[in-house]
């Protein structure tokens, strides 16, 4: 870090520390933007002493609870003098609580408040975030959603993965989901994205969503509950279709569903949630069409199924699961 806490007096610490809770804080967040830009434009130093929580939070959220404690004992050592450290314990105690929602950068930038958050979750596990304008998202396994809000856009972009987002409508500030080839705008409302080898779906499960391709402005869907758009990176065309909250859902409950879709992009989704990966060998095997429900708490027994009724073999590696050709099923012949 480019500061120490010996830089910052006592009092501003805590208060920066008291700043970054307040605006995690979903009830009053624009009005608690407005009062922080006041109180960083009152010292010059507040800004810093803010950013400083910031990086010491980005540090503990990557931490295991043994070097977590090492990190707060050197930023408010047990040993020192009660009164000297008891309000840095404080701020060190407020970060430690929401290290674990994601990075956060909040800028000033010509006099207007921008907020910027990069959103990860581990393999096998689901995540729920709240983001800075109540707006609600969970993030499937192994994804990544970054997150640009400034005073006239919303913008989100999933980087990798899933997610279902519950956005809080506000007409003066389009909420939109950037993902591969398409961009969806909410028009107050609940949908699912998910994101494989450039192919998109976007699943609405209340409201009504814009989706449009980011390379020709004329091809623009709208979608309404139980509608879902898909984006054909190879043939570059959005097609719409049907859907059930059971599919757009039902991963958040260790389900995925899948109607029609090749087999790659099943083993992309499956690879978020699996402790092995699983890999396809060969064209032909990365096109079959599936058509069914896997378990994410079950995908050993999915995978050695998949033989009965493809014209597949699967090799349990002990690090790596491949499928590749083999005979057609018996029932098939």
Known sequence: MANTQQSFDEHMLLAAADWWTRLRDTRGAEASVEQWLDWTAQNERHLAAFEYVNVFGERLGRLDAAARRQLLHEFAPAAAPRRRWLPLAAAAAVVALVAGTGFLLWER????????AT?????????????????????????RLRVRFDAGQRQATLEAGEAYFQVVHDSQRPFEVVAGGVTVRDIGTAFDVRRSFGEVAVAVTEGQVRV?????????????????????????????????????????????????????????????????????????????SFTGTVRTDEIDSWLRALPQVFPLQVEMGEHAVTLSAGPMPAQRR
């Open 212 to 288: 449009a391709a980011t390379s020709s402005a004329m091809q623009t869907l709208d979608a309404g509950a139980g509608q879902r758009v898909a984006w054909d990176p190879a043939a570059r065309t959005l097609r719409l279709g049907t859907t059930t909250q059971e599919q757009a859902m039902g991963w958040r409950s260790h389900r995925l569903e899948f109607v029609g879709e090749p087999l790659a992009v099943v083993v992309d989704s499956v690879n978020r949630y699996s402790s092995r990966p699983v890999r396809l060998d060969g064209a032909d095997v990365a096109g079959l």
């Open 109 to 116: 930038v010509a006099g207007n408040a921008v907020v910027q």
């Open 119 to 143: 959103y990860a979750s581990v393999t096998g596990q689901n995540r729920d975030i709240v983001l800075a304008d109540g707006s609600k998202v969970t993030l499937g396994g192994a994804s």
